[in-house]
Each structure stands twice: as C-alpha cells, then as structure tokens.
C-alpha cells in the first residue's frame, strides 16, 4: 500500500498551458459553472456542455507535462508501490510523463459516457450529445466527468490509501471542492505528516503540517529530490 498519497489539482498543469479554475482568468471566471459543470445544466443544453469540454479537449491535445509531471513519475519509479497519486485534473499529464494508476477522481476528457446506460469509451476529439451509444444507442453521450452534485471515482481506493498514508502532499489545488479539499484532515487523523506545495496558501494551507509555495515546476522537483536523497 501506497505510503505517500499524492493529490493533485489545476496548479501542477498550469504552467503546460492549461488553465486553473479559480485563478485571475481561470476558467470560473470565464463560464458559470452551473451550466457546464452540473448535470442540470447537461440536461439544459448539452451542446454548451460539450462545447466547454471539446474546447478543453483540444487545449489539453497540445498540452505536454512540465517540470511537475515528471518528477511525479520519477518518485513513482524509484518507489515501486509506496507513490499513489490521485488527480482532480481530467487532463492526462500525468499518464504523458510516465505516472501508472493514476486516480482521476472527476474523470477524464480522454473518456465518454452514456448517461443512460453508463457504457464508457475513448472519447473522439469532438463529442456531441447526440452521438450513439457503442453499447445501447442512446443519443445521450456525455464527457466521463465528474460535475458538481455528482460523487467523484475511486473514493473508496482513496480513503482506504488516506487511511494507510505516512505522508499526504497536495499539490496545486486552492482547496476549494470537497471531497478532496478535506484529503488532508482524513490523512492527519490516520496519523500521517501532510506537505501542500502550491504557488500560494490555499484555502486548507491551517491543516497542513509543513508547506512550501512557488511554481510546481520549480518546488515539485525540488521535493522529490530531496525524498530520493533521503534527506
Ligand atoms: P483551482 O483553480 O481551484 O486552484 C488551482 C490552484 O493552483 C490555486 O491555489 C493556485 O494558486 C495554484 N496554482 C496556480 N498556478 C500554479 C503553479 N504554476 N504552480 C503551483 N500552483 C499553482 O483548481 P483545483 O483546486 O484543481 O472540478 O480545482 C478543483 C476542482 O474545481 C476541479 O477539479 C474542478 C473545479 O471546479 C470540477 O470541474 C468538478
């Protein structure tokens, strides 16, 4: 079991060009959430829901890991088994430098749904609403997204590797949206140290243990060279 459980958010691919949510210009800034990020704004207008996830579709087929990403991967390699890392992000940088097992905890643009039959598959460049079902032929393809309202993947995985965590690092997320917004107080009442390393306090920074603040690119690899120096 994963020793040190690493959770991710828009932060680390910021600087591959992907934008944040909540930052000056982040994409909250820019779209109502309700309507793109819910599922009663799906049911309102599909199109504009598939719009926003195509358009960040295409940002994310020209993004390329940074700094960040790959010493993740680097961790992940030189500590078979004991690195689990679970991300918010749908985009899938992590999986481009290297990283296995990920957790995308709000899925992934790579993947599409039927919100009928809950059929999955890989996701073309531009989705449409009205798309067949592979399995059943219902015109109700979605993004394999989690949206707000919704419960988010893998969460009995992350609350069994919480539980069993000696170290818990979040890295680039404002702390904003729960479940994972709480990851930390799960991993201090198993008893675990808790690291954030963000470019600036985030909304949780009073529950961490330790914290450092800077660009991923630059304080992500800083870290894990000094995990893997054992200092
Ligand atoms: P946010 O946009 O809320 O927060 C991004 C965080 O990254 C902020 O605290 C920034 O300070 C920090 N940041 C920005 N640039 C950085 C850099 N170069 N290096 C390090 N940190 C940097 O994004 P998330 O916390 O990931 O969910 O948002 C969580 C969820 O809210 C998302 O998964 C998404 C969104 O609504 C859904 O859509 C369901």
Redesign the pocket.
């Known amino acids: 079991m994963a020793k040190i459980v690493i959770l991710t958010?828009?932060?680390?691919s910021?600087?591959s060009g992907l934008g944040?949510?909540?930052?000056k210009d982040?994409l909250?800034t820019r779209y109502d959430?309700n309507e793109v990020?819910t599922p009663q704004g799906f049911a309102r207008n599909p199109g504009l829901v598939h719009d926003f996830y195509n358009a960040r579709r295409a940002n994310a087929a020209v993004a390329h890991p940074n700094a960040a990403h790959h010493a993740l991967a680097r961790l992940q390699a030189a500590l078979p088994g004991q690195v689990q890392i679970i991300t918010?992000?749908v985009d899938d940088l992590h999986e481009q430098a290297g990283s296995t097992d990920v957790w995308h905890m709000?899925g992934r643009l790579a993947r599409a749904r039927c919100a009928s039959c809950n059929h999955r598959w890989d996701a073309p460049a531009v989705m449409a609403v009205q798309h067949p079902c592979p399995a059943c032929t219902a015109p109700k393809t979605r993004p394999d997204?989690?949206?707000?309202g919704e419960y988010p993947f893998h969460m009995d995985d992350i609350e069994q590797a919480l539980s069993q965590a000696d170290l818990f690092v979040a890295i680039?997320?404002?702390?904003?949206?729960y479940p994972?917004a709480g990851f930390v107080q799960m991993a201090n009442l198993a008893g675990a140290d808790s690291l954030e390393l963000?470019?600036?306090p985030?909304q949780t920074i009073t529950d961490f243990a330790q914290a450092r603040h800077g660009?991923?690119?630059n304080i992500v690899p800083a870290w894990v060279e000094e995990i893997l120096s054992g200092r």
Do not use: K
Request: hydrophobic share 45%; no cysteine.
């Open positions: 958010g828009a932060g680390i910021a600087e944040t949510f909540r930052d982040g909250w959430l990020a918010q992000n709000h997204i989690v949206w707000f680039g997320t404002s702390g904003n949206v994972a963000n470019l600036e985030s660009p991923a690119s």
